[in-house]
């Protein structure tokens, strides 16, 4: 069961059979592996694991899910985000449709080293114009999340916050959305993905 393919509700009138690859950047424990593991289980996908989204460890350079559904190929590309391995990013920018860029909430000391990343893909000719879905992940929650959400990393900054510490408003050339996410709880992957898939779909 392909996991992408049921989260995007993808459907098949409005998608021609192609492949989709979709590239999962961030610094490392942000929570893109923490993501990808909630968004398979949630949608009865594939595990690469049998463990949960909070038992992952760091990925070594990066992980590769493909799957199919409904006419529909995707591969998603989970790097990692230590230091060391930050220059494999750029290998997968050409084929990549749409990226996913997720930002640790509670982390704002690196919040800057987040932004000189980012700005350095916002530049690349091979992501230009291509539509940037940010996860403010161990968000500090909105007040309409659940009392379980609200306990995660009371202190961290609001996708407020983050998306000015970015300078997200200075994107213009790029179509972006921000999203308050838990990886634990699997809150606002959903709305995250639906997002891209106004983009994915067309
Ligand atoms: N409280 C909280 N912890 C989270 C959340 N998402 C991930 N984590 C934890 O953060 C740690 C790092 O998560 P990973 O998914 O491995 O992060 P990553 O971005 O894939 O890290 P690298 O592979 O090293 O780049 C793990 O201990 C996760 O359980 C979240 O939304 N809330
Ligand atoms: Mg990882």
Not at 77 to 101: C, I, P, T
């Amino acid at each position: 069961m392909g996991f992408f393919a049921r989260l995007f509700g993808l459907s098949k009138k409005k998608t021609k059979a192609r492949d989709v690859n979709v590239l999962i950047v961030g610094l490392d424990n942000s929570g893109k592996t923490s993501i990808i593991e909630k968004m398979k289980l949630q949608t009865g996908g594939s595990r690469r694991r049998a463990q949960g989204a909070n038992e992952v460890t760091p990925t070594v350079g990066f992980n590769v899910d493909t799957f199919s559904k409904g006419g529909v190929a995707f591969t998603v590309f989970d790097m990692s985000g230590a230091g060391r391995y930050r220059n494999l990013w750029e290998q997968h920018y050409r084929e990549a449709k749409a990226v996913m860029f997720v930002v640790d909430s509670a982390d704002k000391l690196r919040l800057c080293v987040a932004k000189d990343e980012l700005d350095a893909m916002l530049s690349s000719r091979d992501l230009r114009g291509k539509p940037f879905l940010f996860f403010a992940n161990k968000a500090r929650p909105p007040s309409h999340w659940s009392p379980y959400d609200r306990m995660d990393v009371p202190a961290a900054l609001s996708p407020v916050d983050i998306a000015q510490g970015l300078s997200l408003d200075e994107i213009d050339q790029h179509p972006w959305q921000i999203v308050p996410s838990n990886a634990l709880t699997g809150t606002g992957l959903q709305e995250g993905a639906d997002w891209l898939t106004n983009f994915l779909a067309k």
